[in-house]
């Protein structure tokens, strides 16, 4: 069992800057390939980015590609989401997500991540 936890969340202005992070409780995090996923009100979870456990192989949503940057530090167990240039529509619940059965890469649906955060709220006013 692998608990996550995140932090960086609040309330930011459009074109602003956050950078979430996840701690993650396991001896083995290189061997977890990590994901942020986010939910809007009234819409479904949707991926923003993966990362592989060794961090070679990233992906990220079309929406947030060239603003979001996701890496992870395997020393620190932590795993963060580096958002620039924020816009309203990225208001969201974020959350973290890990799961160890995938090598060399990082899934890119939530059903691919068995353990999950309890999210952090981010808002971006206009």
């Known amino acids: 069992q692998v608990q996550l936890v995140e932090s960086g969340g609040g309330l930011v202005q459009a074109g602003g800057s956050l950078r979430l992070s996840c701690a993650a409780s396991?001896?083995?995090?290189?061997?977890?390939?990590m994901g942020w996923f986010r939910q809007a009100p009234g819409k479904e979870r949707e991926l923003v980015a993966g990362?592989?456990?060794?961090?070679?192989?990233?992906l990220y949503s079309d929406s947030v590609k060239g603003r979001f940057t996701i890496s992870r530090d395997n020393g620190k167990n932590t795993v963060y989401l580096q958002m620039d240039s924020l816009k309203a529509e990225d208001t969201a619940v974020y959350y973290c997500a890990a799961d160890q059965r995938f090598n060399g890469y990082a899934p890119g649906t939530a059903s691919g991540y068995s353990y999950w955060g309890q999210g952090t709220q981010v808002t971006v006013s206009s």
């Open positions: 990362i592989s456990g060794n961090g070679r192989s990233t």
């Open positions: 396991t001896r083995v995090f290189i061997r977890y390939a």
